[in-house]
């Protein structure tokens, strides 16, 4: 069993910057790869980013490469999603996951356990 909560969501403008955190209980976390999904009004929940167990490697949805940085800690069960150049489409409800694989996986269904997400708005 592992237990998600997400902290770091907020409202800032276009440009800005934002780091969301993923705390995780649960011995399972080291052994996990984990993501980042988001969620839009009226929109469908859609991958974001995620990791390996080891942090080895990550991939990134094409809307958010080269503007968005996952990472984690291990030591500190925690993930983390770096934010920069933020827009206003970037606004959505973030959801961390744990994925029941150590490997990089980006489809929702890979992913068993949810964290209640945190909001991120981005005003223009």
């Known amino acids: 069993q592992v237990q998600l909560v997400e902290s770091g969501g907020g409202l800032v403008q276009a440009g800005d910057s934002l780091r969301l955190s993923c705390a995780a209980s649960?011995?399972?976390?080291?052994?996990?790869?984990m993501g980042w999904f988001r969620q839009a009004p009226g929109k469908e929940r859609e991958f974001v980013a995620a990791i390996s167990w080891s942090g080895g490697r990550t991939a990134y949805a094409d809307s958010v490469k080269g503007r968005f940085t996952i990472s984690r800690d291990n030591a500190k069960n925690t993930v983390y999603l770096q934010m920069n150049s933020l827009r206003p489409e970037d606004t959505a409800v973030y959801y961390c996951a744990a994925a029941g694989t150590r490997v990089v996986v980006t489809t929702t269904s890979s992913y068993n356990y949810w964290g209640q997400g945190t909001q991120v708005t981005v005003s223009s």
């Open positions: 649960g011995r399972t976390f080291s052994s996990s790869a």
